[in-house]
């Protein structure tokens, strides 16, 4: 029981910080979006989906590679630490001078020929991220979470203020005749990307301690074995990720940045739905994995996805009745993207009962059927984005994002059923998805009514609690049951 505790508190913290960070940066949007063009907010885009892309491939894998081998053989896991740390950096290193090297190619393949610096501060942020990845994992293989938030943490609130100064304070002190340090006078896409740079810096200034008792070696006989468990992985994230961020990468060259610019932005609006799946996440899955032995657990996990399709649903539908209000968060200049906003909160919710249902090839080991659905995810994706943004813009790109996300959930189900079955209600909960994606449509492209949708929503959220009460009470502990 004290270790199920335990699990939970620490769970609790790694997730508070991570769904803390991204809250915190999803609250800077307003302030970017008022600030900067659409071509400007565009490249802010393109830049951290490049980024995204990237930490995935330089880190090999070498992360939950390390969390296996370190964690089961903790009489040597300074060995496996500085292995994978000094490999990591030492590739970093690599990385840092093939950019340097060929900057101008680089910059011209990424139509950055002209403004070379922000490629350089891209560089920067991607180093920053990559030398820290090992030590984070190391203080949660410690189980520190503490020392692990409060690092993350001081990350995070560095990368806010500076925002906040740049975008801000600075405009208003330079136009009030008041001197203002790194601030040229014209506010630019940079400051957001030196603001991460910052962050970075402040980490690694952190860890430092962390640097400095390093042994700084690599075993060749722990690195093959961490690279053959670690790339499997990589692949298997590349293609999850190319899922998620490919489209941000195309729309630049298809379209142009104003488009990638308005995309970007309205997607921020679906974030609401990301954090709540986070939300979801950091609380559900440790618990599913103890349970994992449990004579009922599979029909307790069938329970959990009931519960999952009316808290997704309710939050969907809350988040398109209320539009008309939260379409602000975004400036006006970007609204002519709402349209996108169904198709964007219907496939968040898909990706949320993705990651319910295919726990099933983690439970049962057989992880290889990840990657395989990475990578019908991935090659939809780029394929329905390749055939779409050209004829009918970003639009496409949203259709294709909800398209592969239903593609994935359906094969995941069906191969999940064969190998790993769970009773679920199929049938139940795909008439809870089909009226939630009908009120979802309506209330998003009925304009106004706001009233009238709110009803609408509160009935809909009222009937489904009533409808699943049984389910919900099941879920909650015995205290609090009576």
Request: one cysteine or more; charged letters at 15%; proline letters at 4%.
């Amino acid at each position: 029981m004290q270790s199920a505790k335990q699990l939970l508190s620490q769970t609790a913290i790694y997730g508070l910080s991570s769904i803390l960070g991204r809250f915190s940066y999803f609250l800077l949007t307003p302030l970017h979006t008022a600030m900067l063009s659409k071509s400007e907010y565009g490249v802010n885009t393109h830049i951290y989906a490049i980024i995204g892309i990237l930490m995935v491939v330089f880190t090999y894998g070498l992360e939950t590679s390390f969390f296996r081998f370190a964690g089961k053989d903790k009489e040597n896991s300074e060995n496996w630490f500085s292995t994978t740390h000094t490999f990591i950096s030492l590739s970093t290193l690599l990385i840092s001078a093939v950019i340097l090297i060929f900057l101008k190619p680089i910059s011209g393949i990424l139509s950055y020929s002209e403004t070379p610096h922000i490629i350089l501060l891209l560089l920067s942020i991607l180093a920053g991220e990559l030398l820290v990845v090992i030590p984070f994992a190391r203080l949660r293989l410690r189980m520190q979470p503490l020392k692990f938030a409060g690092i993350r943490l001081s990350g995070i609130a560095i990368n806010i203020l500076s925002n906040l100064y740049f975008f801000w304070l600075a405009p208003k002190l330079f136009a009030s005749g008041y001197p203002t340090p790194f601030f040229s006078g014209e506010i630019k896409v940079e400051y957001i990307f030196i603001a991460n740079v910052l962050s970075a810096v402040l980490m690694i200034l952190l860890f430092l301690p962390t640097y400095i008792q390093t042994k700084w070696s690599i075993d060749k006989t722990k690195i093959k074995t961490l690279l053959i468990y670690g790339i499997p992985l990589m692949l298997a994230g590349l293609a999850g990720i190319l899922n998620e961020l490919i489209d941000r990468i195309l729309i630049k060259p298809i379209l142009n940045l104003d488009e990638l610019g308005v995309y970007g932005a309205v997607v921020k609006i679906a974030v609401f739905m990301s954090l709540i799946i986070q939300a979801y996440r950091y609380a559900i899955e440790p618990y599913i994995f103890s349970t994992a032995k449990e004579k009922n657990a599979r029909e307790h996990y069938a329970r959990i996805f009931d519960f999952l399709v009316v808290f997704l649903s309710i939050g969907m539908t809350g988040i398109a009745a209320g539009l008309d209000y939260i379409k602000f968060f975004i400036d006006v200049n970007f609204h002519e993207g709402l349209h996108l906003v169904p198709y964007l909160l219907v496939s968040q919710l898909i990706l949320g009962l993705i990651m319910h249902i295919s726990l099933w090839y983690k439970l049962s080991d057989q992880t290889r059927y990840g990657m395989y659905l990475s990578g019908i995810g991935a090659v939809t994706t780029i394929g329905l984005n390749l055939a779409l943004l050209p004829i009918i813009g970003i639009k496409g790109a949203a259709i294709a994002n909800l398209v592969s996300h239903i593609i994935i959930f359906s094969i995941s189900l069906y191969w999940g059923q064969k190998k790993y079955p769970v009773p679920y209600a199929l049938g139940k909960n795909l008439g809870i998805l089909s009226l939630g994606t009908i009120l979802c449509f309506a209330f998003a492209y009925f304009q106004g009514y706001f009233l009238v949708k709110t009803f609408i929503w509160l009935t809909f959220a009222l009937w489904l609690i009533f409808q699943e009460k049984n389910t919900l009470k099941s879920l909650l502990p015995d205290s609090l049951k009576k």
